[in-house]
């Protein structure tokens, strides 16, 4: 595969990692850098302009974000302006591929959970995203869309809002205690490396149309990712409950059915979760 992506959300953790998977992979990177809420910037951008691939990351990306309404102005909104754009160019993008997430499974009844479960989200931004790809769908007919539900993973330049890259740093720096919410919820914590990796296999051999899992069917306990970092780190800490940090609305396990995209890309493969959290530590 060779060629040119437009990449949004370049500067983001899965975008510094993706471009630096597809530069040694031999593809070009052009890095969206108008605001998404900006239709006129987004258009005098890619002007003139041709690429081979689209992967569109940029979004908000974390469950507790506070603004709602920025939610769906960046996440559907955003989107929407960027697929208009992309509909104007001369010449059409080989593949589009768009993140969406895990979350929109919600609660569901099924795990592993394969892509044909029913949508259940239980937050504004799993409903952001559901409302992303079903607006997406009017825009199939001239641009070859590919859909990715990501489900949890993380790695080294990961946001501390988020619950790995918080427990890594407590262990790292040897700190007594930490606060977290419910400990007892199950996720894949998978590696942003397999998951670049699953993005590029999704650009070359993604069905226009098709809606992936990126996951590898492998979920984990908080607990067990404690005590996981406590055996690497030979430290052990002290977790308390903040009732605050316990959402009413909770996903409680969160296990997605890789099938699909493993037929798509037979040779992905996901490194242990201790190899990621060693990576993480900096005891690889």
Known sequence: MSGTILLSGALGFTGQHLARSASEAGLSIHALQANLCSAP?????????????????????????????????VNLFGTLNLLRALGKLARSPRKVVLASSANIYGNSPRSPIPESASPAPVNHYAMSKLA????????????????????????????????????????????????????????EFNDVRAVCRAYLGLLEHGEPGGIYNICSGNAHSLQHVIDLLGEISGQRIEVRVNPEFVRDNEVHRLCGDPSRLLDCVPELAYPPLEETLRWMLGRD
């Open 132 to 187: 992303m790809e079903h607006m997406s769908a009017g825009f199939a007919a001239e641009l070859p869309l590919v859909i990715a539900r990501p489900f949890n993973y993380t790695g080294i330049g990961h946001d501390e809002r988020f619950v790995i890259p918080k427990l890594v740093r407590h262990f790292r720096e040897g700190l007594a205690e930490v606060e977290l919410g419910n400990i007892e919820v199950e996720r």
């Open 41 to 73: 910037d987004l258009e005098a951008e890619l002007a003139d302009r041709e690429f081979d691939y689209v992967v569109h990351l940029a979004a908000i990306s974390a469950v507790t974000h506070a603004d709602e309404l920025a939610l769906y102005e």
